[in-house]
């Protein structure tokens, strides 16, 4: 969304915009530029909050504009902070490789088209004269999934049998996984089996 202007090394003439998004960026580190990195990264691991946990206060810098005086805000605050952390490390790892098979932290994943979830488009299915974008069951964001390549080396008949299997099995869980969760809040009135005395509410969830 945004660059700075000028440059980011006047002396290799490489400007902030000549430096790709995402990993493709590593391209334009010039090797003074990856000693500059260890070495700050190196200064921020040993200098700052090295020895923290052996205080009790990780993180702990004395720097109060985040964090608060008050006991029970900075808890909660470090609570949040942890939290957020955890989902940031999650988020990281998922942009690095959504951005290294599709060019993008936020790419389209239709032109990561080597993925081993997807089944058509590879040049080696069997089902040459369907059309993936008409396919019934294909939808974004990874087309035809079937990672357990059941439908490898099939033909049309047996694929669409299996799709309609799908469909039935799907029916029989969607009303398997309501039936699971009404008598948590309801239940018919009078009884399930008259001749044995059993009502609908004596049968546990």
């Not at 790709?20 to 040993?46: D, M, R, Y």
């Not at 089944?119 to 999934?145: M, N």
Request: glycine share 12%.
């Amino acid at each position: 969304y945004y660059k700075f202007p000028g440059f980011l090394s006047p002396s290799l003439g490489v400007k902030f915009s000549d430096v790709p998004n995402g990993l493709a960026a590593f391209s334009k580190v010039p090797a003074l530029g990856w000693v500059q990195i260890i070495f700050f990264a190196g200064i921020v691991e040993g200098s700052f909050g090295f020895n923290d946990y052996k205080s009790g206060t990780p993180g702990e810098y004395g720097w109060k504009v985040l964090t608060s005086s008050d006991p029970a805000e900075k808890t909660k605050k470090l609570k949040a902070e942890l939290a957020n952390g955890r989902l940031a490390m999650m988020a990281i790892i998922g942009m690095f490789f959504q951005d290294g098979l599709t060019g993008s932290a936020w790419g389209d994943w239709t032109l990561y088209t080597a993925s081993p979830l997807r089944f058509f488009g590879g040049g080696s299915s069997s089902y040459k004269s369907f059309d993936p974008a008409t396919e019934l069951g294909v939808q974004e964001p990874i087309g035809f999934w079937d990672p357990l390549g059941f439908t490898k080396g099939n033909d049309e008949a047996a694929f669409k049998r299996r799709r309609s299997v799908e469909l039935k099995h799907g029916r029989v869980c969607m009303a398997a996984c309501m039936g699971y969760i009404t008598p948590q809040y309801y239940k018919f009135p009078g009884f399930l089996s008259p001749s044995l005395g059993v009502k609908f509410s004596d049968v546990p969830n």
